[in-house]
């Protein structure tokens, strides 16, 4: 499974919900699927991500959350996944693309290549449902049922090490930026 | 050493009135009265941080979903964020409130405190931050709100430090009591 079919695949039901990706790659192939107001890139601050998505749903427990991880991002931050737990954001579905290394940065192998399992320790972590997924089918059917359970899911994805050919796109960070809090704004 | 339950009350309403509604922190001995009151707030949301940076980001979330907040830590934790502070609310121009308990400075008797102390606004100037100092329980209703307005209007972080002649009733030194972290 590649990161863009995945993405591809559940893009449809990304349009109505409130979307939060880390940088690199996953921006840039969510960006290469269509833009939309809300959705929203952190081009930096590594695995702050989640923790950015948890603000959003404790603010906005009416609005669907979806957090676009990875698994470097989500090993800078393994205690942002104590916390996600803890509040248990039930608007919250935590989707982390496991490529085994930092692709962005030259590929170099995460510890998830050496076994570190990361949906074990977000259900160590207190995350109600996890799961892992090796195939495009698994994975729709489980953003389908985390989201049909309505409660905090974390799907960690494992998809091949291969991204876009370019990270920067024509979208500038604070534009996204306005223009997602203008959305945000909107949905009241 | 006691910590002061009605200093931190002043700053607590001054939160409050300048309208924080989610309140991140992590604890620390000088912030555990402020941290009691904003669990015993059914209007204030508290998040419990594993780490300080954590709260950069959920502070990010909160105030572009139309809530306000601030983060409560230790200059220690200050010292732990700084890469969220920098990468996510200068880089993307989040008006993040900061209350900082400016340990390690005169009257310390921590030890270990005493490193983060001495460093803390240097690195504030550094990081271009505006920062004032909160010492005087009179001041800090006007200047909890000031650095609201001012973190609102630059779009960007602004730290209060809490100081210990705010936070500290001294005692008649039976003994100090360790502090935090």
């Known amino acids: 499974m590649t990161r863009a079919d995945a993405l591809r695949s559940i893009y449809p039901a990304l349009v109505d919900r409130v979307v939060i990706t880390i940088m690199g790659a996953v921006a840039a192939e969510l960006q290469s699927l269509g833009h939309r107001p809300n959705f929203f890139y952190l081009q ?4 702050l991500a989640s923790s950015m998505g948890l603000g959003v749903a404790l603010a906005r427990p009416e609005l669907p959350v979806v957090v676009l991880d990875g698994d470097g991002s989500v ?3 393994l205690g942002g996944l104590t916390t996600l737990a803890r509040y248990r954001p039930r608007n919250l579905v935590h989707i982390v693309f496991d490529n085994e290394s930092l692709l962005s940065v030259g590929g170099f192998p995460t510890a998830t290549s050496t076994g570190s399992d990361l949906a074990a320790l977000a259900a160590a972590a207190g995350v109600p449902r996890t799961v892992t997924v090796r195939s495009l089918d698994a994975f729709a059917r489980e953003f389908d049922a985390a989201v049909a359970a309505r409660d905090l899911t974390t799907i960690v994805a494992k998809v091949e090490a291969v991204g876009p050919s370019a990270y920067v796109t024509d979208l500038a960070l604070l534009e996204n930026r306005f223009q997602f809090q203008r959305y945000l704004a909107g949905r009241r | 050493m006691a910590v002061s339950v009605a200093n931190s009350r002043v700053i607590y309403d001054a939160l409050k009135a300048s309208g924080v509604r989610m309140l991140s922190a992590l604890p620390e001995t000088w912030l555990v009265h402020l941290i009691r009151m904003a669990e015993d707030d059914a209007e204030m949301t508290l998040v419990r941080l594993a780490k300080e940076e954590e709260g950069v980001g959920i502070s990010a979330g909160a105030h572009l979903a139309g809530v306000k907040s601030a983060m409560l830590m230790q200059n220690h934790g200050f010292l732990a964020s700084i890469n969220g502070i920098v990468s996510c609310a200068q880089l993307y121009r989040i008006p993040l409130l900061m209350l900082i308990s400016h340990r390690g400075s005169f009257g310390e008797r921590d030890p270990w405190q005493t490193e983060g102390g001495a460093v803390t ?8 931050i505006p920062y004032e100092s909160l010492d005087d329980p009179g001041v800090v209703a006007r200047r909890v709100a000031q650095a609201q307005t001012l973190a609102t209007a630059s779009n960007k972080p602004v730290a209060l430090l809490l100081t210990r002649d705010l936070m500290v009733e001294e005692d008649s030194g039976a003994g100090a ?3 935090g972290r």
């Open chain 1, 44 to 47: 930096h601050a590594m695995g």
């Open chain 2, 121 to 128: 606004a240097a690195l504030l100037d550094t990081l271009r």
């Open chain 2, 177 to 179: 009591k360790a502090g």
């Open chain 1, 75 to 77: 090993l800078m931050n």
